[in-house]
């Protein structure tokens, strides 16, 4: 990413649900608003391209992102593609037959003095690791996903 420093973020979650209700879980990307803190809307244009209304700190985006890779139990990344920067990664780690290791990784570049002092306190981490706790309670109360979508994004060549 370039221009302004970037900040990084990973965090995990153990869920206690097969693999595949995790990963199909989260790619029911409309869904991501009843368990992610902000997310007001996400709307899927098509294979792979999101549309996200989100609120941070009283302020709201609206921005468009690609999937650039998706990989069935195991990976799903995107890109920005306007708006606030950031890209990111999300993992399956099959535990055992009942348990998945989440694990989400993403890059951002923080946009003015609201979003700076947030990141320098740490307050997107911190929001990231209850995202992925909710998203435990959510699937772990369900125990079923809501839908899935199994279809394989390639990642772009060189």
């Given at each position: 990413m370039?221009?302004?420093?970037v900040?990084?973020?990973?965090?995990?979650?153990?869920v206690t649900?097969?693999?595949?209700?995790?990963?199909?879980?989260?790619?029911?990307?409309?869904?991501?608003?009843?368990?992610?803190?902000g997310?007001?809307?996400v709307?899927q244009?098509?294979?792979?391209?999101?549309?996200?209304?989100?609120?941070?700190a009283?302020?709201?985006?609206?921005?468009?992102?690609?999937?650039?890779?998706?990989?069935?139990?195991?990976?799903?990344?995107?890109?920005?593609?306007?708006?606030?920067?950031?890209a990111?990664?999300?993992?399956?780690?099959?535990?055992?037959?009942?348990?998945?290791r989440?694990?989400?990784?993403?890059?951002?570049?923080?946009?003015?003095?609201?979003?700076?002092?947030?990141?320098?306190?740490?307050?997107?981490?911190?929001?990231?690791?209850?995202?992925?706790?909710?998203?435990?309670?959510?699937?772990?109360?369900?125990?079923?996903q809501?839908?899935?979508?199994?279809?394989?994004?390639?990642?772009?060549?060189?």
């Open positions: 370039k221009g302004s420093p900040s990084t973020i990973t965090e995990s979650v153990n649900v097969p693999i595949r209700v995790a990963y199909d879980q989260w790619t029911q990307f409309e869904e991501f608003p009843r368990f992610m803190e997310v007001e809307e709307r244009l098509d294979d792979t391209r999101l549309h996200w209304t989100v609120r941070i009283g302020v709201t985006r609206e921005f468009d992102a690609r999937i650039t890779e998706q990989l069935p139990d195991e990976r799903v990344a995107w890109t920005s593609l306007e708006g606030p920067r950031h990111g990664v999300v993992t399956f780690h099959r535990l055992d037959d009942d348990t998945t989440v694990t989400a990784q993403m890059e951002f570049a923080p946009e003015g003095l609201v979003e700076k002092a947030g990141d320098r306190i740490g307050a997107l981490n911190r929001r990231v690791k209850t995202d992925l706790q909710r998203f435990k309670t959510f699937i772990e109360a369900r125990g079923v809501t839908g899935g979508w199994r279809g394989q994004v390639d990642r772009p060549g060189p």
